[in-house]
């Protein structure tokens, strides 16, 4: 393992007096402070060479840093070395015994990935490891894995696609009665006939912040992660820490659909093994007929429905169903489109004029803009196409920024209708 020291973390009671000294009486420069939501601290960069000090500012008295500085005072608090890959790292070190706080890295200051090592394993002294956003390998043909938040800004409302990393899925199923010569043009298979898709969760920032679906999650097993060809490298921890939110601060999850792809997200398995709701303030809203129809699955639609995905929300009281088209809050409503399921639904917002929508399996992918494009996986094709081809028309003429739920390369694009031919127009974040 090659590693290099990227800082030394100093955990810093009064501010103004660490400044003090490390700015004015030693004279350093101090780089702008960064909130790092995940440990409830401020980071203050000092650069001392190709290495840096890190002064360590608690935002919170539930932070550990706070808990740090009350046993033990002001002082080193850990130092960070830098590895090209950090899993590899971690499983290196766990093979030989060491003790690990993190087994698995998780989202740390400026996008990186992190992992502290127990002290009892490094003579007295706590180690993290840092693998920057530049310093990790993507995936071959990775594309926009590393963009895990693009923000976009609809009236009084801000959006942000977000990201739960990849997954695999066939080919054929993904384009129904369209022929493998038509889609593999658009969409190159991998050597088992599967398409590489994103998984795209939104947020909506308004009076209240939304999230719209929430990816596959990290409840499956090796198996299931194989057939799916999970990439999840980066995943929707990352993203939201990205964008600088919590899981405490999402008030409402939305559910376009509650199948596994996108509602996996709403639970974890805590340390007991017990699943519970993700998002510990969230109210989850759900269509009622989807509930009906996820709880009560038939032989055609068993596979995609998990039941660990949803029946927890139930059990915990933060299940809200709704029956109708309505408004879920200010500027966000959803509207059933039917077809990939019986109650599939979308969300349209609005705010200052302007329309987007999240428009989930109605139109997965850009390369599903053509009328006839429809996955196989739906269940009522033929409501799909009227669906589809109503929204089409009115995203056209509203100039509509339409987000993809699953598209690998355009989180969000506007439709233009060019001699009769729709076009997408992929938005700049
Ligand atoms: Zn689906
Ligand atoms: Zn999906």
């Given at each position: ?34 909130d ?60 030989r ?16 990935l ?78 088992r ?45 990352h ?61 055609r ?6 039941a ?84 089409v ?28 031919k ?8």
């Amino acid at each position: 393992m090659k590693a290099v020291l990227d800082h030394v973390g100093i955990a810093v009671v009064d501010l103004a007096a660490a400044l003090a000294f490390y700015r004015d009486a030693l004279g350093l420069h101090v780089e702008g402070a960064e909130d790092v939501v995940s440990q409830r601290v401020r980071a203050h960069f000092v650069p001392v060479g190709q290495a840096a000090l890190e002064l360590l500012e608690p935002t919170s008295p539930e932070s550990a840093i706070a808990k740090y500085t009350a046993k033990r005072g002001p002082g080193l608090h850990h130092i960070t070395l830098r590895v090209d890959d950090i899993a590899a790292a971690l499983a290196q070190l766990k093979a030989r015994g060491v003790r690990l706080v993190d087994e698995q890295p998780r989202p740390g200051a400026e996008g990186a990935l992190v992992a502290f090592i127990h002290p009892s394993s490094a003579h007295g002294v706590l180690v993290e490891l840092k693998q920057t956003r530049t310093s990790a390998h993507p995936a071959p043909d990775s594309g926009l894995q590393r963009d895990l938040v693009q923000r976009f800004t609809v009236g009084d409302l801000e959006l942000l696609s977000l990201s739960d990393g990849f997954l695999r899925l066939d080919g054929g199923s993904m384009f129904g009665v369209v022929p493998r010569p038509l889609w593999s043009a658009v969409m190159t298979p991998d050597d088992r006939n599967r398409i590489r898709l994103a998984m795209r969760p939104l947020v909506v920032r308004g009076v209240r912040t939304m999230l719209i679906d929430a990816g596959v999650g990290d409840k499956d097993g090796a198996k299931f992660q194989e057939v799916y060809g999970l990439e999840r490298t980066h995943h929707l921890d990352h993203s939201l820490a990205e964008a600088g939110l919590a899981p405490e601060d999402i008030d409402i999850v939305l559910a376009t659909h509650l199948h596994f792809d996108h509602a996996g997200g709403f639970t974890v398995r805590d340390r007991t093994g017990k699943v519970r709701p993700r998002f510990p303030r969230a109210r989850y809203v759900v269509r009622r007929g989807e509930w009906e129809d996820a709880t009560r699955p038939h032989e055609r639609s068993r596979a995609s429905y998990l039941a660990d995905n949803f029946l927890p929300l139930a059990e915990a009281g933060v299940l809200e169903l709704v029956s109708d088209d309505q408004t879920i809050m200010p500027g966000v409503r959803v509207t059933r489109t039917g077809g990939h399921t019986a109650h599939h639904q979308i969300a349209l917002i609005e705010s200052g004029g302007r329309q987007a929508a999240y428009v989930a399996e109605l139109i997965p992918t850009s390369a599903h803009l053509p009328p006839a494009w429809i996955m196989g996986f739906d269940l009522f094709p033929m409501e799909t196409l009227a669906a589809k081809k109503a929204f089409v028309q009115e995203a056209e003429s509203r100039r509509t920024l339409i987000f993809f739920a699953h598209d690998p390369a355009v989180a969000a694009g506007v439709l233009t209708n060019v001699d009769g031919k729709t076009r997408l127009e992929p938005a700049q974040a």
